[in-house]
């Protein structure tokens, strides 16, 4: 950094664990020799700690195998010592009940192995949904200097001479199906043309939004996110981030001189500008409380209103994917065109601010990577809505929902559970008008368990067979970044805990105001008064292991659930012994 700072060998952190003429040293020099290491690997050398999140549970980051020794290669280049650690892939598409569970895990996960281990910096390999933050978040609170490695978007999807994209056109090709338009022989070339290589899902779901945002806040070497993941950059890229991350560790770069409020709010913005997953709420707030930046709803609501959204991918925008996105010019030239609406003196991991990073940037596809002046949607990617069924907020995706639902008022259909809403939606004379809120409840943090992603509520097959493909629809669960839809989400305080949404019953009035953002219920006091004083909440879903301490420690949607006991300063614990 312009600074200047440097470090000396003596002041390196696995120093510690080396360089004394103790039993302790002993013991641990002559471990690394047991590996077929010599002084020579390690003398005066950083050690790189390369958390990979590789999985064969993870086919979204299949290439991580290799791309671990690219990363390597760098570190050695650079002269350093590589040592590759596993971390918890939480992949999207396999785990249950859902992989948000486990985010503050493989954030604790990775805070204590870079906290317990010699090591002077790490670089982070992820990109599956819950993986970015999840690796940031430990990282910020561990303290060392760290790169994020995005795992890249996979190709475009195709079937038969149609372009696919992840999550979306499954869900759309689906009410297809269940419409009875498509058949089992093109759903079979659809399941195995929507995937077609290694990397995260391509479309703007919450994969590339977030690690865009990582991108954003300075954390990845500029471009990296918007690489797709079989391209030959992105091996180079692998391996800059191996180089890079020696030299951030002699020039002491820490993550709390890069993730300032400027570049949160860099993050926020961009988020915005991408037309980025609802998801991006949670892990924003989540990530910036772990840097001790004071960053919220109200915060995004007011970016929300400014920013227009600019990038044309799919689910907001209408036509692109990822792979077009990076043709365009990627997060590079988006970010050139928000101009001054970026703090551009922020610090990134390369070394240089923003600004700098930026030059030289192009838009090589204006329909892609709009102009400011011909937005996809004159706001942002997001609203954040109050009202009494929302006290402490809930999220909608504007850009993704048809803009008649703006103003809307229609009755509840509210259900408790998902397995009973599934059954009625497929229900050909469910009592429903397309008037009609359809609301799920006990799907938020502790309802769901884990906040699961099932916000964009099936619509009933009733109404699908009248051609209808959106609804306005309520729940306190996230969903996909690659859905759409008028799907109000993450309404906090969850019903589970006794959220009014807790009180609500189908056949009341439910409003939203999208303009005056708020969603309320038209049921008088007296009668909410009546509910509550019988509402009775639901058994806790876990007696005993890692979901019993979820459900003691998980904070709301607002709050950004990350454990309350996390959110505390960068930097090794308070009376770490040394020993
Ligand atoms: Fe991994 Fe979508 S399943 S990013
Ligand atoms: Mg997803």
Redesign the pocket.
């Known amino acids: 950094m312009a600074d200047g700072r440097r470090k000396s060998a003596e002041e390196l952190r696995s120093a510690r664990w080396f360089a004394p003429d103790d039993l302790r040293s002993f013991g641990h020099r002559s471990r690394l020799m047991q590996m077929g290491l010599g002084p020579e690997d390690w003398e005066g050398r950083p050690i790189i700690g390369i958390l990979n999140t590789w999985s064969e549970m ?3 980051h299949a290439h991580f195998r290799s791309r671990a020794e690219d990363v390597k290669r760098g570190v050695h280049q650079r002269g350093g010592l590589p040592v590759e650690l596993p971390a918890l892939s939480l ?3 396999y785990t249950k009940p859902t992989s948000m569970l486990y985010r503050n895990l493989l954030a604790i996960e990775t805070e204590e192995q870079i906290r317990s281990h010699p090591l002077d910096g790490v670089v982070l390999m992820g ?3 819950k993986t970015t933050p999840g690796l940031v978040m430990g990282a910020l609170s561990a303290g060392v200097p760290m790169i994020f490695l995005p795992a890249g978007p996979m190709l475009r999807g195709n079937h038969a001479g149609k372009v696919l994209g ?2 979306s056109d499954a869900w759309k090709y689906w009410d297809e199906r269940r419409a009875g338009n498509i058949g089992p022989e093109e759903w079979l070339g659809i399941e195995g043309g929507i995937a077609r290589s290694y990397g ?2 391509m479309t703007m ?3 590339s939004t977030m690690t865009a945002i990582a991108e954003a806040m300075g954390l990845c070497l500029p471009g990296a996110s918007s690489i797709p993941a079989p391209d030959s950059g992105h091996i180079r890229m692998a391996t800059e981030c191996g180089r890079r991350i020696v030299d951030m560790v002699w020039e002491d770069l820490t993550p709390d001189r890069i993730v300032t409020p400027a570049a949160v709010r860099n993050a926020a913005v961009v988020a915005m500008a991408m037309g980025c997953s609802t998801n991006a709420v949670v892990h924003l707030i989540a990530m910036a409380r772990r840097a001790r930046v004071d960053f919220g709803l109200d915060d995004l609501d007011a970016l929300g209103r400014t920013t227009p959204l600019i990038a044309n991918v799919r689910p907001a925008g209408k036509d692109y994917l990822m792979e077009d996105f990076y043709y365009a010019g990627g997060l590079r030239a988006l970010m050139h065109e928000l101009g001054d609406r970026l703090d551009r003196d922020a610090v990134t991991v390369s070394g240089k601010r923003l600004g700098e990073t930026l030059e030289g940037a192009k838009v090589y596809n204006s329909d892609v990577i709009r102009p400011l002046s011909n937005p996809v949607y004159h706001e942002g990617s997001l609203a954040v809505l109050r009202g009494n069924l929302c006290p402490d907020g809930a999220v909608i995706k504007p850009a993704a929902c048809d803009p008649r639902f703006e103003r809307h008022e229609g009755p509840a259909l509210v259900f408790d559970s998902y397995p009973e809403m599934k059954k009625a939606v497929e229900d050909e004379n469910l009592d429903v008008t397309p008037d009609h809120v359809l609301v799920l409840r006990n799907a938020g943090p502790l309802g769901g368990p884990g906040f699961p992603e099932w916000g964009m509520l099936p619509i009933p097959k009733a109404l699908i067979k009248q051609g209808h493909r959106d609804m306005l629809r309520i729940s306190d669960a996230r969903m996909s970044g ?1 859905s759409y839809g008028a799907c109000i989400l993450h309404v906090a305080p969850e019903s589970f805990v006794g959220g009014p949404l807790a009180l609500l019953q189908t056949g009341d009035i439910v409003r939203l105001d999208l303009p005056a953002r708020r969603l309320d219920m038209f049921v008088g006091e007296e009668e909410l008064a009546r509910r509550r004083a019988a509402w009775v909440q639901p058994q806790p879903r876990y007696g005993r292991g890692y979901g019993w301490m979820f459900s003691r420690h998980v904070t709301q949607a607002n709050e950004g659930c990350d454990f309350d006991y996390l959110a505390a300063e960068f930097g090794p614990a308070a009376g770490e012994p040394d020993i």
């Open positions: 993870n086919p979204c992949d999207e598409s990109g599956c949904d992840s999550g995260h899902c779901g919450t994969a690659t």
